[in-house]
């Protein structure tokens, strides 16, 4: 008896899962062909899994139909054809293409109406019906930019006007008072400077309150180097005020870059050892403001020494200043003295424009009996600069995506006993095209250009090294122009490890020695992110043109930044 039991309770669960897990067909036809076709392009779910579903289903065709002119549609009741398949019939009926929308122009302008429609009259304007749904957004969001978040937006006394139009009144029901932002209150990181969040996100009280345009504006925060977006803003209505409330942290942006390179010396065969440390210290005194100190010693006893000071929002304005001062000095030939004072404007968190003056004197340290073109001078010049900037900072490894520097310089030269007129050109571009997570293509664009009616060895631009053409020595190269293409085809291998093919080229005139040289670069390197930062090594050989390939002219550069 409990055997049989047991196998009745069995077959009455097979049935049961079978009937439960049974898919349901939804067929929909129209009142004649033409109909159906219309309501097949629809792309409506036809398989179901019970008869909620097909329900719910038949009543979504119906709202999408009307969206698409056909207001008057009618469903018949949903018929069971089997115990799979259900059928119901939808009568389209007239469909209506255009709705004639009456206003009160005392509530909303007419070029608000422009952006939506091409036929805006004084008490009425025009839409296709299927876009009807979207224009009412648009103007609600509109009408919340200007500071009423609370406000209601509806069409009424919607009726027919002949056989292709409808008529109806757009209601907007405005609340009392606009509303601006009364108090602005940041959690997290408190010390965030001020003068950012008016200048650089431009957010400040007693603004018109609009929360999609203030959360447009903070996401410009990963765009900053030294803070970050914990979550999106939140507001907080009283009756009276509202106070916005930002949720930011500080993030380390101090970092310390240093190298280590060797080679073998040509004429010695000896190894030679050169290097240099790049201190960047970022937003220490909560002023957003950053120092950068830079030592560089190489094979060739050339020493450089920088010191780069930027001050942003000096005085609560939007302008803020650049100062830098920079000495080399090559051997036992000559010094130069680079001083420079800029002011630059924020335009928005990805571009900056600079104007300002600089000041070049060389003083030279040979006897003046030699017959080096190398001769005491100052020069003076207007500078006159742009920059773009754009971060990709969920990249730990490559936290610049794109960047573009141009500069131009224009002075005179001023000797003992004679002064010229001179122009100086600038740029320097980079941009990361990522392919997919892994693999990623890296390409650099840098030059100069000294324009003059004549030329001294010791106002040269000068190139080479890790940081221009990579595989011949640091600052090696002297140039009245240059231009060079770095590129890198990246993989990376892990969030922490990635490896690079080295291929540069270089186009250089000097105008003293009156010589056009085409140098080339080939190597590999690979970097790794580490506890202590971020660690490269790079190895690559550079030669002329119509040189031969020599594994003597291979360069070897070490380097490791520290983010603190």
């Not at 047991?6 to 929909?28: A, P, R």
């Not at 062909?33 to 038949?58: M, P, R």
């Amino acid at each position: 008896m409990q055997k049989t039991l047991f196998t009745f309770i069995l077959i009455i669960l097979f049935f049961s899962t079978e009937v439960f897990c049974q898919t349901l067909l939804l067929k929909i036809n129209g009142s004649n062909d033409t109909e159906t076709k219309i309501i097949d392009a629809l792309n409506y779910t036809k398989t179901h899994k019970d008869y909620f579903s097909i329900k719910s289903e038949v009543l979504n065709i119906q709202k999408e139909l009307s969206k698409n002119g056909y207001i008057e549609n009618n469903a018949s009741a949903i018929h069971k054809v089997n115990d799979s398949i259900f059928s119901t019939f939808i009568n389209l009926n007239n469909k209506y293409s255009t709705i004639r929308i009456y206003y009160d122009n005392n509530l909303i302008s007419k070029n608000i109406l422009y952006q939506i429609s091409s036929l805006v009259f004084d008490t009425y304007f025009e839409l296709p019906l299927k876009e009807t749904e979207t224009a009412l957004i648009f103007l609600n969001s509109k009408i919340t930019q200007d500071g009423f978040p609370f406000s209601k937006l509806k069409l009424s006394h919607i009726s027919i006007e002949n056989k292709t139009h409808l008529k109806a009144n757009l209601n907007i029901d405005y609340p009392e008072e606009k509303r601006i932002v009364d108090e602005i209150i940041i959690k997290g990181y408190e010390k965030f400077p001020r003068s950012y969040l008016k200048h650089y996100l431009k957010i400040k009280k007693n603004q018109i309150f609009d929360l999609a345009t203030i959360k447009t504006k903070t996401e410009q925060l990963n765009d900053l180097r030294f803070a970050s977006q914990i979550k999106s803003p939140e507001v907080l209505f009283s009756k009276d005020s509202t106070s916005l409330y930002l949720y930011l942290e500080k993030s380390q942006s101090n970092n310390f870059d240093g190298f280590l390179g060797f080679g073998t010396n040509e004429n010695t065969n000896n190894i030679e050892f050169d290097g240099y440390l790049n201190l960047n210290l970022n937003n220490n005194l909560n002023f957003g403001e950053s120092f950068r100190l830079l030592y560089k010693s190489d094979e060739n006893d050339q020493k450089t020494f920088n010191i780069t000071t930027t001050l942003p929002y000096i005085f609560k304005t939007p302008i803020g200043i650049d100062f830098e001062l920079q000495i080399f000095k090559r051997d036992s030939s000559f010094t130069t003295v680079n001083q420079s004072l800029k002011l630059h404007y924020q335009i928005n968190s990805k571009h900056k424009i600079y104007t300002g003056l600089t000041n070049l004197e060389s003083n030279n340290l040979l006897s003046p009996n030699t017959t080096y073109n190398i001769i005491d001078y100052n020069t003076s010049y207007y500078t006159l600069a742009y920059e773009y900037i754009k971060l990709q900072s969920y990249n730990l490894l490559f936290p610049i995506n794109s960047n573009f520097y141009f500069e131009t310089n224009f002075g005179n030269r001023k000797q003992s006993n004679s002064t010229q007129k001179q122009t100086q050109l600038y740029f320097d571009a980079s941009k990361i095209f990522n392919l997919n997570s892994s693999n990623s293509f890296y390409t650099r664009i840098n030059g100069s250009l000294l324009s003059s009616d004549n030329y001294l060895e010791n106002e040269l631009a000068r190139f080479g090294g890790i940081n221009s053409i990579r595989g011949f020595e640091e600052n090696s190269l002297y140039a009245s122009i240059y231009g060079l293409l770095n590129t890198e085809y990246r993989y990376q291998i892990s969030n922490s490890i990635y490896v690079h093919s080295i291929i540069d080229a270089a186009y250089f005139e000097n105008n003293i020695l009156n010589t056009q040289e085409k140098l080339f670069g080939y190597g590999f390197g690979f970097g790794i992110l580490t506890k202590a930062g971020v660690f490269k090594l790079n190895y690559a050989n550079g030669k002329l043109q119509n040189q031969k390939f020599k594994l003597s002219n291979s360069k070897i550069h070490i380097s490791l930044t520290t983010v603190f």
